[in-house]
């Protein structure tokens, strides 16, 4: 029997799963499961993220929903499935979420690249980094992070070697 949260009782931590493991089970109802592939540090990132992010729904804070929006597509709960195929618009949208949810959560700090790639690719994170770095340049071009290099602003598209990013005056 399950409890009003809909957590297992077979001795499984946790909601129940459906068998895909695609979805988790609460109060009879479907919902995507995260990324199982998100390393545990980023996930905790972007779970902490999310919890600041719906207590600001509860103050009426302008920017929240987009903040929750960002945060759960981060987590793959929204937008591209995350069991599918990487690769186009939805999957960008994916790693701009990313980048915009981890930035706001080293808001005092900075962010790598490959966070961002570890976050969205899990183990197969490498050959991610070209369309990273290519969604950073769009997100920087409308001033919502800010890529550098040992602590300057820099073009992510003519940077080489490695950088840093954080949020921008937009964000």
Not at 6 to 32: L, M
Not at 73 to 102: N, Q
Not at 120 to 147: F, H, Q, S
Request: net charge positive; glycine share 8%; charged share 35%.
């Amino acid at each position: 029997m399950a409890s009003a949260e809909g957590d297992r009782t077979d001795g499984a931590a946790g909601p129940q799963k459906t068998a895909d493991g695609h979805h988790v089970v609460i109060e009879g109802r479907k919902w995507r499961a995260t990324d199982p592939t998100i390393p545990e540090a980023f996930r905790q990132e972007l779970v902490d993220e999310l919890m600041a992010a719906r207590r600001a729904v509860k103050a009426q804070d302008a920017d929240a929903r987009r903040r929750v929006q960002d945060a759960k597509t981060a987590l793959g709960e929204r937008g591209a499935p995350w069991w599918e195929e990487h690769g186009g618009e939805a999957f960008d949208e994916r790693i701009a979420a990313t980048l915009r949810a981890l930035t706001r959560k080293r808001a005092e700090s900075s962010i790598c690249p490959s966070d961002v790639a570890r976050t969205v690719g899990g183990d197969t994170w490498r050959p991610l980094m070209p369309e990273v770095r290519r969604v950073a340049a769009e997100l920087a071009d409308r001033d919502e992070i800010v890529v550098t290099q040992k602590g300057e602003p820099v073009s992510i598209r003519k940077a080489r070697g490695p950088v840093r990013i954080i949020r921008g005056p937009k964000l």
